[in-house]
């Protein structure tokens, strides 16, 4: 099992998506704040329809701040071809293309259904890579395990979309608990299953602590060999398009689970705390993140 995991910050995209729109003056305050925790990967914004999604509407002008951290992997998400196009044109190097696992999420999400969205994974792909200078892909696989809507997600729905990712030439492949209702067995039975249909592909998690089980399932991913998480300071965030699906992993929670547990993190833990009270400081609400209230342990 590896001894060292990646954490890629998500509060200025999935964090923020939920919130009413805040200044791009403030959201580069926290830009700021993440980054000096360490971190070596950021999904900065979302290149979705503003009229959807109105706290991203600034994902252009957010984006060409990001060249003033030249050492960090800024990432967007995208929900379609044209916001694709849209990412790559902002100076994008890295993009997240999500698929939904269920129909009715997925119809609700992007106005499509999930074979739909599907499809559009080569589209998407042939954007990406056919930029004079690559871009990388990651797709996401939201609702993997259950549905807001239709209940537990049955496991082939997952492992063909990832079947379809691998064969039309994403680089990158996460699985989403988009609604917090995954538990270690689960997360273990899904990962196990996704292994021989990905390969060497790589693969992240992206879980919500919403029902309180978010940080022992990105614990048991990375005992199954998953090398790289999805986490939001203060645990900020949220889906717009998910009813209940609150409370993404907060970054200084899943820092010290990790460090306490003797595996190697890039993000710096009190930076990680000091980045929560900015997060929570330009949303203007408390936030559910543990160690924003109780701080590290005391070490003698």
Same mark, same amino acid.
């Not at 399932?217 to 949220?238: E, K, N, P, Q, W």
């Given at each position: 099992?590896?001894?060292?995991?990646?954490?890629?910050?998500?509060?200025?995209?999935?964090?923020?998506?939920?919130?009413?729109?805040?200044?791009?003056?403030?959201?580069?305050?926290?830009?700021?704040?993440?980054?000096?925790?360490?971190?070596?990967?950021?999904?900065?914004?979302?290149?979705?329809?503003?009229?959807?999604?109105?706290?991203?509407?600034?994902?252009?002008?957010?984006?060409?701040?990001?060249?003033?951290?030249?050492?960090?992997?800024?990432?967007?998400?995208?929900?379609?071809?044209?916001? *694709?196009?849209?990412? !790559?044109?902002?100076?994008?190097?890295?993009?997240?293309? !999500?698929?939904?696992?269920?129909?009715?999420?997925?119809?609700?999400?992007?106005?499509?259904?999930?074979?739909?969205?599907? $499809?559009?994974?080569?589209?998407?792909?042939?954007?990406?890579?056919?930029?004079?200078?690559?871009?990388?892909?990651?797709?996401?696989?939201?609702?993997?395990?259950?549905?807001?809507?239709?209940?537990?997600?049955?496991?082939?729905? !997952?492992? $063909?979309?990832?079947?379809?990712?691998?064969?039309?030439?994403?680089?990158?492949?996460?699985?989403?608990?988009?609604?917090?209702?995954?538990?270690?067995?689960?997360?273990?039975?899904?990962?196990?299953?996704?292994?021989?249909?990905?390969? $060497?592909?790589?693969?992240?998690?992206?879980?919500?602590?919403?029902?309180?089980?978010?940080?022992?399932?990105?614990?048991? &991913?990375?005992?199954?060999?998953?090398?790289?998480?999805?986490?939001?300071?203060?645990?900020?965030?949220?889906?717009?398009?998910?009813?209940?699906?609150?409370?993404?992993?907060?970054?200084?929670?899943? !820092?010290?689970?990790?460090?306490?547990?003797?595996?190697?993190?890039?993000?710096?833990?009190?930076? &990680?705390?000091?980045?929560?009270?900015? *997060?929570?400081?330009?949303?203007?609400? $408390?936030?559910?993140?543990?160690?924003?209230?109780?701080?590290?342990?005391?070490?003698?």
């Amino acid at each position: 099992m590896t001894r060292h995991v990646n954490i890629r910050e998500v509060s200025l995209r999935d964090g923020l998506q939920i919130e009413k729109p805040i200044p791009l003056a403030a959201k580069l305050e926290l830009l700021a704040a993440v980054v000096a925790t360490g971190v070596r990967e950021v999904e900065a914004t979302a290149f979705v329809s503003p009229s959807k999604v109105p706290s991203m509407a600034d994902a252009a002008e957010l984006a060409a701040h990001l060249h003033d951290y030249p050492d960090v992997e800024f990432s967007a998400l995208v929900a379609s071809p044209g916001g *694709a196009k849209r990412a !790559v044109a902002a100076g994008l190097r890295s993009i997240e293309y !999500v698929v939904a696992a269920d129909d009715t999420f997925s119809q609700a999400n992007v106005g499509r259904t999930s074979a739909e969205a599907t $499809d559009q994974i080569e589209e998407i792909v042939a954007i990406a890579h056919g930029c004079p200078a690559p871009v990388s892909l990651e797709v996401v696989i939201a609702t993997a395990w259950d549905s807001p809507f239709e209940g537990p997600t049955p496991p082939q729905r !997952v492992l $063909d979309i990832a079947a379809a990712a691998r064969d039309r030439g994403a680089d990158r492949l996460s699985i989403a608990d988009t609604i917090g209702t995954a538990t270690p067995g689960r997360v273990s039975s899904l990962i196990g299953h996704l292994r021989p249909v990905i390969g $060497d592909m790589p693969l992240g998690g992206h879980f919500h602590n919403t029902r309180g089980s978010g940080l022992a399932s990105a614990y048991a &991913a990375v005992g199954c060999g998953v090398t790289r998480l999805d986490a939001s300071v203060g645990g900020l965030g949220g889906c717009p398009f998910a009813p209940g699906a609150t409370g993404n992993i907060a970054t200084e929670d899943l !820092v010290y689970l990790l460090t306490d547990s003797g595996f190697e993190v890039d993000v710096d833990l009190q930076a &990680a705390i000091a980045a929560a009270e900015v *997060a929570k400081s330009v949303v203007g609400h $408390d936030l559910p993140s543990s160690l924003l209230r109780a701080g590290d342990r005391i070490r003698n």
